[in-house]
């Protein structure tokens, strides 16, 4: 009996030893845990826990529950939140390097945009995280954006022209949205369904899985697949959790997020392909016919500032991506 109770005892007390090495990193994002972003941190957070054998877990905080992106990236790199996985919307204003890749009509579509991110423009892009105080784990993906409104179809520029459109803090997509006669109103998406229900504003542009998870048939009458801009999304870390990592953790961590990019990536695809559809049985008008040589022709000026402040040659470089 007493050497079944000396076992029982050491057998608690190890058990107590590996809960209390436990680190449970808290892991926030803008929409739902069924979302793109919720299976790319899912995959991650499974990942990283079975990688570490339990040492490290995950608690999710979706549907902003931490906040806006530009928040939660700010607590990342304040130490404050351990994870986001965020749209490159707002991490422009940390790593002013990101902002190329949200240029309207940049990539021509998913291949050619998931080339760029992979490649070597993408992981240079990566590498200008942590000298701003943030780790980017990996790219991941919003997908690409299209407009929505209460008012109207939009087939051309013209049909914008007037329109109160929610956007990013983004001064990219707001310059090139001011070209198409868009009125672009800065908002964090917490607070967009309630604008949009409220009249604040007549539309917003997001992915079809945003449109989706959040719900905007709702409150919004009219869809337009612009895909005017590419919308990749990151993984970060702060680096109060990296800089704790073994080598070998950090490589776990590592081929997580690689494996959770390329989950979201594969629900996006999922979306995309089912979503349109689902998007009309919830009573959305489809355009589907939209003219892209119109849309592209009205930002040539915005081009001007963007070859100005990021190098035509560096642009070219994306373009050229086959």
Same mark, same amino acid.
């Given at each position: ?148 409104? #209460?008012?109207? $179809?939009?087939?051309?520029?013209? /049909? %914008? +022209? ?8 983004? @001064? !990219? ?72 990592? #073994?080598?070998? $953790?950090?490589?776990?961590?590592? /081929? %997580? +997020? ?8 594969? @629900? !996006? ?54």
């Amino acid at each position: 009996m007493k050497l079944g109770t000396l076992a029982a005892c050491l057998s608690l007390a190890l058990s107590a030893s590996a809960f209390a090495q436990t680190t449970t990193l808290k892991i926030g994002y803008a929409t739902t845990k069924d979302s793109h972003y919720g299976v790319g941190s899912t995959v991650f957070c499974d990942e990283v826990e079975k990688g570490t054998q339990g040492r490290y877990k995950c608690q999710h905080f979706p549907n902003s529950a931490l906040g806006g992106e530009r928040e939660q990236i700010e607590a990342v790199q304040l130490g404050t939140q351990d994870l986001v996985n965020t749209s490159t919307g707002p991490v422009g204003n940390f790593v002013p390097e990101v902002k190329i890749v949200d240029i309207p009509f940049l990539f021509r579509d998913y291949d050619h945009a998931r080339k760029v991110m992979d490649g070597p423009i993408g992981q240079d892009i990566l590498a200008k995280f942590p000298s701003k105080g943030i780790i980017a784990l990996a790219w991941t993906e919003n997908g690409f954006r299209h407009m929505t409104n #209460s008012k109207r $179809d939009i087939v051309k520029p013209s /049909d %914008a +022209a007037g329109l109160k459109m929610r956007t990013m803090e983004n @001064k !990219v997509h707001m310059d090139g949205y001011r070209t198409f006669g868009i009125l672009p109103t800065p908002m964090a998406f917490p607070e967009l369904f309630g604008a949009l229900q409220q009249g604040t504003v007549d539309g917003q542009e997001n992915p079809i899985p945003v449109i989706l998870s959040a719900k905007f048939a709702q409150v919004q009458n009219h869809l337009s697949l612009t895909g005017h801009v590419y919308s990749p999304a990151l993984l970060l870390l702060s680096p109060r959790v990296w800089n704790k990592l #073994s080598d070998a $953790d950090k490589k776990v961590f590592l /081929d %997580a +997020a690689r494996s959770a990019g390329a989950a979201q990536r594969k @629900k !996006v695809n999922e979306d995309e392909n089912n979503g349109i559809a689902q998007l009309e049985k919830d009573g959305m008008k489809v355009v589907r016919n939209v003219d892209g040589n119109a849309f592209r022709e009205a930002l040539k000026p915005a081009y001007v500032g963007y070859a100005k402040e990021f190098g035509a040659d560096n642009i070219k470089k994306i373009s050229d991506v086959k």
